[in-house]
């Protein structure tokens, strides 16, 4: 079966190495999130790059030699519908914004509606080949959605911690998929926690975010697919990208980091492109580390209602602080109210973004408005379907008027008539 072996992995703090096989989540010394190193990086022929590009495969699996899980099957079930997002050009957006080089890569096709689902496909995978009973995630809501999604497909069981104030399209979701949910009367950092007594207590398999290595192995597969899309086209070199990212933990900017070394390594791309970290004003705490120049990250006490984003201490802050200050780039925060008022922007290209997808794209104009480039290649990423959260765009746009069924009452409140 079609893989890539582990080399090693590394420790974000202390650097240390480990054997693949001697730890199985964060560094045993300090906690510290680590990195999975491949075999290819030493040794890019191991990959057969034209075979990936001929494959018809359109899912995550089709990137299985630059992963350290093999695809376990399961072809026409949602595993296989995993990834392989569409990216946008989106022409009056490009044209209101004079950016003639802007691309939105929207995550809300994949199965659960966001962009976890990548995470959890690798992360279900692995679970299935180590014969594990039970995979648990504490989530704000889409990484256990995504978790749900992908134990249903392939039969597999999964519990879900969420806290309590997760929005209740999330929690419908995760029960609908027949995962155990168990709502945490705490915050979303109370229930990841709890999660992590439970898997050392009762030996659970833990998926969560910034903890189980494997997520930001399934997380850079968005990175191939920004890459492949570039490669067909010369309005821009994938290179030259300003790559704007919402981040809470900072697992998918990490993610999307690796699957860009990972791509550098094998001498397919020549140099990397530049990663902008958007933040929630209230949710702030890499952005804030970034801002002091900071070595450590402080937790902050989260208050953004953009839920998937809201995070007291992210728990792969370092590498996402590391990544964006090592790519050139730079992080910025956005007020809910900028988060909100981007939601019927993208709405007004034809895509729906809950608020923490709306947060790249707020991140981006807040960027234009204090001197950002606009002819600078720029792309966004959206991460998940405003269908997550419509109390959120409720709030985000005004009321449609309530008429008598009568053309006098229609023609008073069109303009079209
Ligand atoms: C999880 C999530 C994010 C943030 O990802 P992190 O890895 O926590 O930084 C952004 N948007 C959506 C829709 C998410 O579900
Ligand atoms: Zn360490």
Same mark, same amino acid.
């Given at each position: 079966?079609?893989?890539?072996?582990?080399?090693?992995?590394?420790?974000?703090?202390?650097?240390?190495?480990?054997?693949?096989?001697?730890?199985?989540?964060?560094?045993?010394?300090?906690?510290?999130?680590?990195?999975?190193?491949?075999?290819?990086?030493?040794?890019?022929?191991?990959?057969?790059?034209?075979?990936?590009?001929?494959?018809?495969?359109?899912?995550?699996?089709?990137?299985?030699?630059?992963?350290?899980?093999?695809?376990?099957?399961?072809?026409?079930?949602?595993?296989?519908?995993?990834?392989?997002?569409?990216?946008?050009?989106?022409?009056?957006?490009?044209?209101?914004?004079?950016?003639?080089?802007?691309?939105?890569?929207?995550?809300?096709?994949? /199965?659960?509606?966001?962009?976890?689902?990548?995470?959890?496909?690798?992360?279900?995978?692995?679970?299935?080949?180590?014969?594990?009973?039970?995979?648990?995630?504490?989530?704000?809501?889409?990484?256990?959605?995504?978790?749900?999604?992908?134990?249903?497909?392939?039969?597999?069981?999964?519990?879900?911690?969420?806290?309590?104030?997760? /929005?209740?399209?999330?929690?419908?979701?995760?029960?609908?998929?027949?995962?155990?949910?168990?709502?945490?009367?705490?915050?979303?950092?109370?229930?990841?926690?709890?999660?992590?007594?439970?898997?050392?207590?009762?030996?659970?398999?833990?998926?969560?975010?910034?903890?189980?290595?494997?997520?930001?192995?399934?997380?850079?597969?968005?990175?191939?697919?920004?890459?492949?899309?570039?490669?067909?086209?010369?309005?821009?070199?994938?290179?030259?990208?300003?790559?704007?990212?919402?981040?809470?933990?900072?697992?998918?900017?990490?993610?999307?980091?690796?699957?860009?070394?990972?791509?550098?390594?094998?001498?397919?791309?020549?140099?990397?492109?530049?990663?902008?970290?958007?933040?929630?004003?209230?949710?702030?705490?890499?952005?804030?580390?970034?801002?002091?120049?900071?070595?450590?990250?402080?937790?902050?006490?989260?208050?953004?209602?953009?839920?998937?984003?809201?995070?007291?201490?992210?728990?792969?802050?370092?590498?996402?602080?590391?990544?964006?200050?090592?790519?050139?780039?730079?992080?910025?925060?956005?007020?809910?109210?900028?988060?909100?008022?981007?939601? /019927?922007?993208?709405?007004?290209?034809?895509?729906?973004?809950?608020?923490?997808?709306?947060?790249?794209?707020?991140?981006?104009?807040?960027?234009?408005?204090?001197?950002?480039?606009?002819?600078?290649?720029?792309?966004?990423?959206?991460?998940?379907?405003?269908?997550?959260?419509?109390?959120?765009?409720?709030?985000?746009?005004?009321?449609?008027?309530?008429?008598?069924?009568?053309?006098?009452?229609?023609?008073?409140?069109?303009?079209?008539?």
């Amino acid at each position: 079966m079609l893989m890539m072996t582990i080399n090693h992995l590394t420790c974000s703090i202390c650097g240390r190495t480990y054997a693949p096989d001697s730890v199985q989540y964060c560094c045993p010394a300090d906690g510290g999130n680590l990195t999975v190193h491949l075999a290819f990086e030493d040794q890019p022929e191991l990959v057969d790059r034209e075979s990936i590009l001929g494959s018809r495969d359109r899912s995550v699996w089709r990137y299985a030699p630059l992963l350290p899980v093999a695809d376990p099957g399961f072809a026409g079930t949602p595993l296989h519908r995993v990834g392989g997002t569409p990216v946008y050009e989106l022409p009056g957006i490009r044209r209101s914004l004079g950016m003639p080089k802007l691309w939105v890569k929207d995550e809300s096709p994949n /199965p659960s509606a966001s962009f976890k689902d990548r995470a959890s496909a690798i992360v279900i995978a692995a679970a299935i080949s180590r014969g594990e009973k039970l995979t648990v995630a504490a989530s704000t809501g889409n990484a256990g959605a995504a978790m749900a999604c992908m134990a249903a497909a392939t039969g597999q069981k999964c519990l879900i911690l969420a806290p309590r104030t997760a /929005p209740p399209a999330k929690v419908a979701q995760l029960l609908s998929f027949g995962a155990q949910v168990v709502l945490v009367d705490g915050s979303y950092d109370d229930a990841f926690e709890l999660s992590l007594q439970a898997t050392e207590a009762f030996g659970w398999y833990n998926r969560n975010t910034g903890f189980n290595y494997l997520t930001a192995e399934g997380k850079k597969t968005a990175a191939f697919e920004i890459w492949e899309f570039f490669l067909h086209r010369n309005e821009a070199e994938v290179e030259d990208l300003n790559i704007f990212i919402p981040v809470g933990d900072g697992n998918i900017l990490t993610g999307i980091w690796k699957g860009f070394k990972d791509l550098l390594a094998l001498g397919w791309i020549g140099k990397l492109p530049r990663l902008i970290g958007v933040q929630a004003e209230g949710s702030a705490a890499i952005a804030n580390a970034y801002a002091q120049g900071a070595a450590v990250i402080e937790a902050v006490r989260s208050t953004t209602l953009a839920d998937s984003i809201s995070v007291d201490l992210p728990r792969d802050g370092l590498r996402a602080l590391h990544a964006v200050r090592e790519s050139g780039g730079e992080y910025i925060t956005v007020s809910d109210a900028e988060i909100l008022a981007a939601i /019927p922007s993208l709405g007004g290209a034809g895509i729906f973004a809950e608020p923490a997808a709306a947060a790249a794209f707020a991140g981006l104009r807040k960027a234009l408005q204090s001197g950002y480039n606009p002819a600078q290649p720029s792309l966004v990423m959206v991460t998940g379907s405003g269908l997550k959260d419509v109390r959120a765009a409720t709030q985000a746009v005004s009321q449609a008027p309530t008429i008598a069924p009568t053309l006098a009452a229609l023609k008073e409140v069109t303009k079209h008539a």
